[in-house]
C-alpha cells in the first residue's frame, strides 16, 4: 500500500511554488488549479489500480529470454496502456507533435506519484521522456516526425546510451565514436552498458540515443553526440544512425 500525502503535495505545488499561476501563460491555458487536481487524482487513481499491484512480483521475477526475445511480466505492459490511454505520455509536449503541453511541474509531481507506487514501471516513461525531449529540443524536422511524434503518443519507447564498462557514471571517458558518412548519417562504433529498458515486448519500437564523441578538426577536441537508433533496424541500419548533435567539451 502506498500514501500519497495530497495535502503536502498541494502546499509544495500551490503554497511553496506558485504552479497555479502558470495558468495564466498561453500554454497553460487549459491547466487552472481545477484541471491540475485532476491530473493528480487521475496519476493516483492509475497508480493505485494499475501500477502498485505487480510492484512486489517485479522485485522476485526479473525479466527473462523467450524465444531469443526478452518478456516482461504481462502487468506492466496493461498498466502502461492505461497510463498511455490518459495521456501521460504526451504530458509536457507541444500539441504540434500530440503533446498536452502539461506545465513540467505538474508533470513531475504526476510522475512522483507513478513512482511511488511502481519505480520499476515507472522507468520506461520516464526514459522515454527524456530520450523524446532531447529529439524535440536538437532533432530535425524529419527525425521528429519518425522518432519524436510516435514517442509522446506512447507507441515508441526510448532509452539513454550512456554510461560504458570502463566509464562508469564519468562520461567524458566514454570510448564509443561516431563517424560521419557522406549522406549525413554516422557510424557509431563502442559499446555500451547497463542501458535500462533496452530491449522488451511491451511497444512497438525503442529509440536508442547513443552518447558518442565525434572527432572535431577544426578545434582539435572531441565533440559529443547523440545518435538515434531504432530497435527495428537492422545491425547493419543501426551503425548508421540519423544523429542529434549538442557541444560538450570532452
Not at 134 to 147: H, M, P, S
Amino acid at each position: 500500500m502506498i500514501s500519497v500525502d495530497r495535502a503536502e503535495l498541494a502546499f509544495q505545488l500551490f503554497e511553496a511554488l506558485p504552479t497555479a499561476s502558470l495558468a495564466t501563460l498561453p500554454r497553460f491555458a487549459d491547466y487552472d488549479r481545477t484541471a491540475m487536481d485532476e491530473v493528480l487524482d487521475t496519476a493516483e487513481r492509475i497508480a493505485r489500480e494499475h501500477f502498485l499491484p505487480h510492484a512486489a512480483a517485479l522485485d522476485l521475477d526479473a525479466p527473462c529470454f523467450e524465444g531469443g526475445k526478452v518478456a516482461l511480466d504481462y502487468r506492466v505492459g496493461a498498466a502502461l496502456a492505461v497510463y498511455r490511454e490518459a495521456g501521460f505520455f504526451s504530458a509536457g509536449f507541444d500539441r504540434e507533435w500530440g503533446g498536452t503541453q502539461m506545465p513540467g511541474t505538474l508533470r513531475t509531481a504526476a510522475s512522483f506519484i507513478f513512482s511511488m507506487a511502481n519505480a520499476s514501471t515507472a522507468t520506461y516513461p520516464l526514459l522515454t521522456f527524456d530520450a523524446a525531449s532531447l529529439i524535440a529540443a536538437f532533432g530535425t524536422e524529419e527525425q521528429k516526425e519518425r522518432f519524436l511524434r510516435p514517442m509522446v503518443a506512447g507507441r515508441f519507447f526510448g532509452t539513454l546510451c550512456l554510461t560504458e564498462s570502463q566509464a562508469g557514471s564519468s562520461l567524458g571517458d566514454i570510448v564509443t565514436r561516431a563517424g560521419q558518412n557522406e549522406d549525413g548519417s554516422y557510424s557509431i562504433s563502442g559499446n555500451k552498458m547497463w542501458v535500462a529498458g533496452g530491449d522488451h515486448d511491451i511497444c512497438e519500437n525503442i529509440v536508442h540515443l547513443v552518447l558518442a564523441k565525434v572527432p572535431d578538426s577544426l578545434r582539435g577536441r572531441l565533440e559529443h553526440r547523440c545518435s538515434s537508433c531504432r530497435n527495428s533496424l537492422s545491425e547493419k541500419s543501426m551503425r548508421r544512425a540519423n544523429a542529434m548533435a549538442w557541444r560538450w567539451q570532452a
